[in-house]
Structure formats: structure tokens, C-alpha cells
């Protein structure tokens, strides 16, 4: 699509890429296909109902939950003053609700003697190894957002002015 005098038309070549894009495109498909039929293979009807049972949590019960609190995140901190603030909770809150829902089991310490013999290792402390990296993403976020005007300052002395 090209913008020519404020109206939107078709441009004449379709965007297609690189060929180094086209291949590592290909290869990507070509790993997910055999991904796909290895996982298969096995328990074709296990899969196949696991992911059906993601899909229906995610979208009947998770994204309900993350979009009330995201909206309670924006309403808390004023939509209209405190606008530019909200990407600041929204990404470390997110990767924080990304590793726990991730390491939920270990997190949650409910692991049984087979991973300790398997893994080799002892689940105790990663509740408190979560908490921890939680915490540093909301004070990077937070150092972040207290830098923004230095940042702004800065990038406003550097930028030449052109008449």
C-alpha cells in the first residue's frame, strides 16, 4: 500500500522479501511441521485435547482476568493525567504473569519426587527466585519511567533544529 494525496492504493508489487527471509520462513515451517508430527505420533488425541483445553482457558477464563486488571491498571492510574505510565506496568506485569504461568508447578511447590529425580534438582526457592525477578522488573520499569525526562532532555539537546 502507498499513501498518495491522503488516499490509500494497492502498489503495483506485491511485498514478498528477501530470499534469506523465504528460506528462513521455509525452514521455520518445515521444523514446525516436523515439531508437529513428532508430537503426534504419540498421543494424537492427548495433544489434540490439551491445546483445545489452553485455548478454552485462555480465552473463557485468562484473558477476562488480564484485561480487568489491565483495565483497574489504567483506570488506577488515570487514564487522561497518567496515560504514558501505563506500558510501564503492563510489560513487567506481563512477563511476570508469563513466568508464572510457565513455572506455576515449581513456583507453587507442587512438584512430586519424580521431577526431583528426573531433574536432579530441588524445587525449593523458586517462589522466592519469581518474587525476586518480579521485583526487578518492576524497579527497571519504575528507573525506567523516572529516567523518561532525562532521556527526553537529552535527546532534545542532541537533535539539531531544522527551519
Not at 35 to 44: E, I, M, N, S, T
Request: charged share 15%.
Amino acid at each position: 500500500m502507498s499513501l498518495v494525496r491522503g488516499m490509500w492504493r494497492p502498489s503495483r508489487r506485491p511485498s514478498i522479501g528477501s530470499p534469506l527471509q523465504i528460506l528462513l520462513l521455509c525452514c521455520s515451517f518445515a521444523l514446525a511441521g516436523y515439531a508437529g508430527v513428532r508430537l503426534l505420533a504419540g498421543d494424537w488425541f492427548g495433544v489434540a485435547l490439551w491445546f483445545v483445553g489452553a485455548a478454552l482457558l485462555h480465552d473463557l477464563v485468562l484473558l477476562p482476568l488480564y484485561a480487568a486488571a489491565d483495565r483497574a491498571v489504567v483506570r488506577g492510574l488515570g487514564a487522561v493525567r497518567h496515560r504514558a505510565w501505563v506500558p510501564y506496568v503492563r510489560v513487567p506485569a506481563a512477563f511476570s504473569g508469563l513466568l508464572l504461568l510457565v513455572w506455576f508447578p515449581l513456583i507453587g511447590g507442587r512438584v512430586d519426587a519424580r521431577y526431583r529425580s528426573v531433574a536432579a534438582l530441588s524445587a525449593d526457592g523458586f517462589l522466592a527466585r519469581w518474587l525476586l525477578i518480579t521485583a526487578v522488573l518492576f524497579g527497571g520499569s519504575a528507573l525506567l519511567l523516572a529516567g523518561r525526562p532525562l532521556l527526553r532532555r537529552a535527546t532534545k539537546r542532541r537533535s539539531p533544529d531544522v527551519h
